[in-house]
């Protein structure tokens, strides 16, 4: 099988990609209030830990991802069963983050259209792009990330006029309860969803570039959300945070340059479909290779065009609409996502440290032997 | 002339399920065609196995109005009610 | 194949290859010379029956024995002089006493040493090998009891003068282009660059035609895994005629199906050497003015030459426009349509009831005059480039100006549709080498806003990149100075740095990076 090799620039940008893919569309911390940038810190703070222990279990396999490491020190019946519980999650966030775009778009701009068109279309490039390849994603990332740096960097100094520090007051005013659980929220949804990267991406010979790379994506995705979803809250208050499906939108609506330069949000957005659309096929691309190797075979390309058509009828069929989808978001997904993002990486961990200290002498000269032969 | 509401309309009488079903089948034939050449029988059966329910599914999905979603089928199982 | 092919007609030769030995029974394949002049002659002008352009001239040569000597040549592609003064005139006046004054030497020694005066003498065993150089200009020298064929290099051919190139017009740098004769390009080539690091390895594709065709590479900067590659890809091709470097280039370019190009084509030897210099290797093929150049990246659709030839911050600013204009070309239409149709919100209020003014009573919907215009456009752009160039300004005159206006005035396009197509067209001009490329990108581009607007629109441009992203041309990634940002790797991107900052040469297509010998720019 091709190994598909991706460069330490490419996964960040795909990591920071990733993590701001849908969630500066939707609402996230609404609990936290005014207090929500704490909540956002919090979070990443949470995170860390969890990053270092998937960057651990990587680095302690070198030139195997997850799924291979599953399979390794799990045995092949429990090893591929593993793996087709990570392919579904893969499955599942696909089909949620699909949801959200098409639901988002529909909304947002054409309501008129149906829903599932947008999907069906997005649905079909990421399937292309799985076709093509880890390498196509990860470049096509490449191009994204410089358009959104630029458009987010325009939007953030059009807004700044808007901005009412005001709506921020009072800072950690009895709400600790409201920011651990919106740090929570944003714990599963979005930072702890770079477990899906685990799938993808295999450590080099370099032990510690894993460590890296996991924290450079995590801090700077994260640092763009807390600019985000702060700058968001100052500009229309929580009580409309907490109201409407799409914050950012609303409070995108509100630039007005000179009378000139108004009703940009359908561009502002636009941008964001590429952060989107990355983790969409991210995650597809992910789901293909779990189940590939779930069902004992060598490729994962041919699962694309099967897979594509039962994920898009899984996003269509996901919810009716969009209070259904807030709901499910803020009340089950926590739940739902916590086995993958904490409970089996632990155990993972704990397994590959035993296996590994098992075997003879340290892990780690080992491996770079192995890498220098 | 057509106006931005008509043409609207037009999209949303777009039987898009048909286009998919059409799509998806096109695809299914000529990778399953490649698959039996190349002789990778359990891909194929893995194949067909996940495309056929799905197609099935699609052409379900366009005779049914109003289904119910996956999301409210899940509260209904666990015995919880939507607020 | 029994089947008796036309006698002695010249494309029936062939030198080698598995399939040429059965056919042809005139063909002289695997044929010796042998001693007899008459039975060699009669081999050549059975091979050669119905060829006038051959021409048989028989000397009688003074030697004890009297021998006789055919001097065999294509009427019209020797040079005239040499023939007669090197070698017409030397075998006339051949004297006796030649061999007795330098006893050692055999008379076919004498006559390769003493008698003709050209620079290039060859000996040549095999009848069909001779005939093939006899057809490509040389001069055939056949003598009696000799069992070989002089082949002498006399060619000399109308060529058309080298010009100004048509296609890469610079107002500053040199002005002279390839032309129809691989040995003067080449001679172009090598005058700019003296250096024996700079190889040139001659060919013979297409199995009719044999045209030569010349890889040309600097060695110790192209990299030789690509070089493999060219090699490998030129083999397999198996045409019968090439005339013209496309038909090289659509059997061995990667992603044969893709509208954008991988291989790139110049005209200019000064560009062609500039590629080699970055590590490219430049394919020569006889008969056309047009080079070859590999591996061809995204980027260099926006590199002119003349970009290194002005000053770097002209050219700098130029090269933006052209990024700008590609965006403009493959956009506008699409842009245009879902703004009037879609998001009408995003329009200024005064420029929106303006626009509805001049929609008012047209027939069509937006996306749908788009596609007229653009057509209309197409037609026009193609008629002017093939009338002779007084004509194709009357046609450009009529179409745009006076059809254009009649158009507007009769309500059948909207006025605002006219800006917006002649905006794309004349960015499309400025990206020259891709007219293609940008004329079926702003139809599909158009094509997805008609429907969805701008979110069609965002989707085509994921396809396209989708699609860009996973082309390779040679084993070079399409987009590879594009995507990365590093910063040695803008300043040839970008912007044009000037040449005191361009330390290094394109990473992945080089060998041997450094560029400057001494980095940055001495004080002077």
Same mark, same amino acid.
């Given at each position: 099988m091709r190994?598909? %090799?991706?460069?330490?620039?490419?996964? @960040?940008?795909l990591l920071i990609l990733f993590i701001t893919g849908s969630t500066i569309i939707l609402p996230v911390g609404t609990e936290a209030k005014q207090d929500i940038w704490a909540a !956002?810190?919090?979070?990443? @703070?949470?995170? &860390?830990?969890?990053?270092? @222990?998937?960057?651990?279990?990587?680095?302690?396999?070198?030139?195997?991802? #997850? #799924?291979e490491i599953n399979e390794q020190i799990l045995g092949k019946i429990v090893g591929r069963f593993i793996n087709f519980m990570f392919a579904f999650y893969a499955f599942t966030l696909c089909a949620l983050v699909l949801d959200n775009f098409g639901q988002f778009i529909n909304v947002t701009a054409m309501p008129e259209t149906p829903l599932a068109i947008p999907m069906v279309i997005l649905c079909l490039l990421a399937l292309w792009a799985t076709k093509e390849g880890l390498e196509v994603i990860a470049r096509s990332g490449e191009i994204y990330f410089p358009i959104i740096v630029f458009a987010a960097a325009f939007t953030f100094l059009?807004?700044?006029?808007?901005?009412?520090?005001?709506? %921020?007051?009072?800072?950690?005013?009895?709400?600790?309860?409201?920011?651990?659980?919106?740090? %929570?929220?944003?714990?599963?949804?979005?930072?702890?969803?770079? &477990?899906?990267?685990?799938?993808?991406?295999?450590?080099?010979?370099?032990?510690k570039a894993m460590t890296k790379v996991y924290l450079a994506g995590l801090v700077i995705g994260g640092a763009i959300i807390l600019l985000s979803v702060t700058s968001v809250m100052a500009v229309i208050g929580p009580e409309r945070y907490q109201a409407t499906y799409f914050p950012a939108y609303l409070a995108v609506q509100t630039i007005n340059v000179g009378d000139f330069l108004q009703r940009v949000e359908v561009v502002v957005f636009l941008i964001a479909i590429f952060a989107g659309f990355t983790k969409i096929s991210l995650c597809f691309y992910a789901a293909c290779k779990g189940f590939s190797n779930a069902l004992g075979c060598k490729e994962y390309p041919f699962l694309a065009v099967p897979l594509g058509l039962l994920e898009f009828l899984f996003a269509a069929n996901l919810f009716n609409n969009t209070k259904q989808m807030a709901r499910w978001a803020s009340e089950v997904y926590l739940y739902f996502a916590f086995p993958f993002q904490v409970a089996l990486p632990l155990i993972l961990w704990i397994v590959g440290e !035993?296996?590994?200290?098992?075997?003879?002498?340290?892990?780690e000269v080992d491996l770079h032997d192995e890498s220098q032969g | 002339m057509l106006s931005f509401q008509n043409r609207q309309e037009l999209v949303n009488e777009l039987e898009y399920h048909y286009f998919i079903f059409v799509l998806f089948s096109f695809f299914g034939l000529v990778e399953a065609r490649q698959l039996y050449r190349q002789k990778q029988r359990k891909e194929l059966a893995f194949y067909l196995f996940l495309l056929l329910p799905g197609l099935v599914f699609t052409v379900y999905m366009a005779t049914q109005v109003g289904l119910l979603s996956i999301a409210e089928r899940l509260d209904f199982w666990l015995g919880r009610m939507p607020q | 194949m029994t089947k008796t092919a036309p006698a002695g007609l010249r494309r029936n030769i062939r030198k080698s290859g598995p399939t040429s030995t059965t056919e042809k029974p005139t063909s002289a394949q695997g044929q010796k010379f042998n001693c007899s002049l008459g039975s060699n002659l009669k081999v050549i002008k059975k091979v050669l029956q119905n060829d006038g352009l051959v021409i048989y001239r028989k000397i009688r040569l003074a030697t004890t024995p009297l021998r006789h000597c055919y001097v065999i040549y294509v009427d019209g592609m020797v040079n005239g002089d040499l023939l007669n003064e090197n070698i017409l005139r030397h075998l006339l006046n051949y004297d006796v006493r030649v061999p007795a004054q330098v006893p050692k030497m055999s008379f076919s020694d004498v006559l390769m040493n003493r008698v003709l005066s050209t620079g290039s003498v060859q000996k040549d065993g095999s009848i069909d090998s001779a005939i093939q150089s006899l057809l490509y200009g040389n001069v055939l020298v056949l003598v009696d009891g000799i069992p070989y064929a002089f082949v002498i290099d006399a060619k000399g051919w109308e060529i058309r003068s080298i010009s100004d190139p048509e296609t890469e017009r610079v107002v500053r740098g040199p002005r002279e282009g390839f032309i129809e004769n691989i040995l003067t390009n080449l001679t172009m080539i090598r005058r700019k660059m003296i250096n024996p690091d700079l190889k040139m390895v001659f060919r013979e594709i297409g199995t009719r035609t044999r045209t030569k065709i010349c890889i040309v590479y600097v060695e110790g900067i192209a990299r030789p895994e690509i070089l493999e590659e060219v090699y490998r890809r030129l083999d397999k091709v198996q045409l019968d005629g090439v005339l013209e470097p496309e038909y090289i280039i659509e059997f061995i370019r990667d992603a044969p199906l893709s509208l954008f190009e991988t291989i790139g084509t110049t005209e200019r030897p000064d560009t062609a050497v500039g590629k080699l210099l970055e590590g490219r290797i430049v394919i020569m093929v006889d008969g056309s003015p047009f080079a070859i150049t590999l591996p061809y990246l995204f980027l260099e659709y926006f590199q002119a030459n003349k970009d290194y030839y002005d000053n770097f911050f002209y050219s700098s600013a130029n090269r933006l426009l052209r990024y700008i204009s590609f965006f403009l070309t493959t956009s506008t239409p699409a842009i245009y349509v879902s703004l009037v149709n879609f998001h009408q919100e995003m329009i200024p209020t005064r420029l929106l009831v303006s626009i509805a003014a001049a929609k008012e009573g047209v027939p069509f919907p937006a996306a749908i005059e788009a596609f007229i215009m653009l057509m209309a456009f197409q037609l026009l752009r193609e008629a002017g480039v093939r009338l002779p160039s007084p004509v194709g300004q009357a046609v450009s005159i009529v179409g745009a100006l006076i059809l254009g206006e009649a158009a507007v005035t009769a309500k059948i396009i909207s006025a605002p549709? *006219?800006?917006?197509?002649?905006?794309?067209?004349?960015?499309? $001009?400025? *990206?020259?080498?891709?007219?293609?490329?940008? $004329?079926f990108l702003?139809?599909?581009?158009? $094509?997805?806003?008609? $429907?969805i607007g701008f979110f069609g629109y965002i989707f085509a441009v994921i396809a396209v990149t989708i699609h860009i992203t996973s082309l390779r041309s040679f084993g070079m990634s399409y987009l590879s100075n594009l995507t990365s940002i590093h910063l040695q790797e803008l300043k040839d991107t970008a912007v044009r740095a000037?040449?005191?900052?361009?330390?290094?040469?394109?990473?992945?297509?080089?060998?041997?990076?450094?560029?400057?010998a001494d980095p940055g720019r001495t004080e002077l």
């Open positions: 190994r598909e %090799l991706l460069s330490f620039k490419q996964i @960040v940008y !956002v810190i919090l979070a990443i @703070v949470m995170t &860390v830990p969890m990053v270092l @222990v998937y960057a651990r279990i990587l680095s302690l396999f070198p030139e195997r991802n #997850l #799924l059009f807004l700044t006029p808007n901005l009412n520090i005001q709506r %921020l007051q009072p800072p950690l005013h009895q709400n600790s309860e409201g920011i651990v659980s919106a740090a %929570l929220h944003l714990f599963s949804f979005p930072f702890a969803e770079t &477990v899906i990267f685990m799938m993808i991406i295999y450590s080099s010979k370099k032990t !035993v296996k590994q200290r098992g075997r003879q002498g340290s892990p | - | 549709m *006219v800006i917006v197509v002649a905006l794309t067209g004349i960015s499309g $001009f400025i *990206v020259p080498e891709m007219p293609g490329v940008s $004329f702003s139809l599909f581009f158009l $094509f997805a806003c008609s $429907f000037p040449w005191w900052w361009m330390t290094y040469r394109p990473r992945l297509l080089s060998r041997d990076k450094r560029r400057l």
